[in-house]
C-alpha cells in the first residue's frame, strides 16, 4: 500500500511557520532535520538546557495557547543561522538566535506582536545537542495522510489546510485513515526505513487556521465526534537513514 510524498515541512522555531523543503535527509534515531530547534517560552517553563527533559507545549508561545502566533511569517536560513519573521504592522526582524542579540531582538519583536496574549516574559530556548522541543517524547518525524485530511474536511464541510496539523511529510495514495491501524509496522520512506510508534492525538493548535490566525472550527470536536478518536497523522522513529524528497515513495515495509 503506497503513496507519495506531496510535500516536506519543517518547523525551525516551535509553534511558528512550517518551511517547505524539496528534500532532507533523515538520520537513523534523530528528528527531521532543523525540526523544533528553537522554541518561545511565554514566562517561565522549567525548562533546564543542563537536563533536557520534554515539556508541555504550553510552556512555550504556541497556536494551541496563541492564535495570533500564525500572524508571524518566518524563515530560517540554515547555512547562516539567520531567522527573519515579518507581520503586517511590524517592522521585520532577522537575526542570529545563536546569539544574545539575536534571541532579544526575537523577543522583543514578539512580544509587540502578540501583546494582550501572553503572560512573558518572553525568552527564546534552543534546545541542547540533538534535543528538541518535539510533541511528542518518542515520535521524531511525522506524516499526515492527506486522504485522512480530505475525508474529515467532508465530514466539517470546510475546505482544511493540511498545514493545520504541522507534519513534517504530507502523503497522497493511503485510504483515509489506514495509518491509524499501522503502530509497530516498519515503512519504507523514501530511501530510508521508520518504525510507526503511534497516531497523532491532536488538539486545539488544529483549530486555527494557518492563513487567517483565526480558530474557525473545532477540529478534536469533530474528530471526535465522527470517528471516535482524535487522530490525524502519525509518528514515526527513522531506524534506517536515507533520504526523503517529494514524489518519493512510502509504503509498508516488505
Known amino acids: 500500500m503506497n503513496a507519495r510524498i506531496a510535500s516536506l515541512y519543517r518547523h525551525p522555531v516551535k509553534g511558528f511557520t512550517p518551511e517547505r523543503l524539496a528534500s532532507a535527509s533523515l ?21 533546564k538546557s543542563q537536563e533536557p527533559a520534554h515539556i508541555s507545549k504550553m510552556k512555550f508561545t504556541v497556536l494551541a495557547k496563541i492564535p495570533a502566533v500564525a500572524r508571524a511569517r518566518t524563515a530560517y536560513d540554515e547555512a547562516t543561522g539567520i531567522f527573519t519573521a515579518r507581520a503586517e504592522g511590524q517592522p521585520d526582524f532577522a537575526g542570529d538566535l545563536a546569539s544574545a542579540g539575536g534571541r532579544a531582538g526575537l523577543e522583543a519583536w514578539l512580544s509587540a506582536l502578540l501583546e494582550g496574549d501572553i503572560r512573558g516574559p518572553l525568552k527564546v530556548i534552543d534546545g541542547p545537542g540533538a534535543y528538541r522541543f518535539m510533541d511528542s517524547r518518542s515520535g521524531y518525524v511525522s506524516i499526515v495522510n492527506l486522504a485522512s485530511v480530505r475525508d474529515l474536511s467532508a465530514k466539517v464541510g470546510m475546505d482544511l489546510d493540511p498545514l493545520r496539523f504541522r507534519a513534517n511529510l504530507y502523503v497522497d495514495g493511503w485510504p483515509a485513515w489506514a495509518e491509524n491501524d499501522w503502530t509497530g509496522r516498519a515503512l519504507q ?5 521508520a518504525e510507526v510508534l503511534k497516531p497523532i492525538v491532536r488538539c486545539a493548535a488544529t483549530h486555527v487556521d494557518p492563513t487567517t490566525a483565526q480558530r474557525d472550527v473545532d477540529l478534536v470536536k469533530a474528530l471526535f465526534d465522527n470517528y471516535g478518536h482524535m487522530f490525524c497523522g502519525i509518528y514515526l522513529n527513522v531506524t534506517q537513514g536515507g533520504a526523503v524528497a517529494e514524489g518519493d515513495v512510502v509504503g509498508l515495509a516488505a
Open 27 to 47: 538520520e537513523a534515531g534523530a528528528c527531521f532535520p532543523c525540526d523544533r530547534l528553537f522554541a518561545v517560552e511565554d514566562g517561565p517553563s522549567g525548562f
Open 189 to 193: 520512506v523514501g530511501s530510508a526505513v
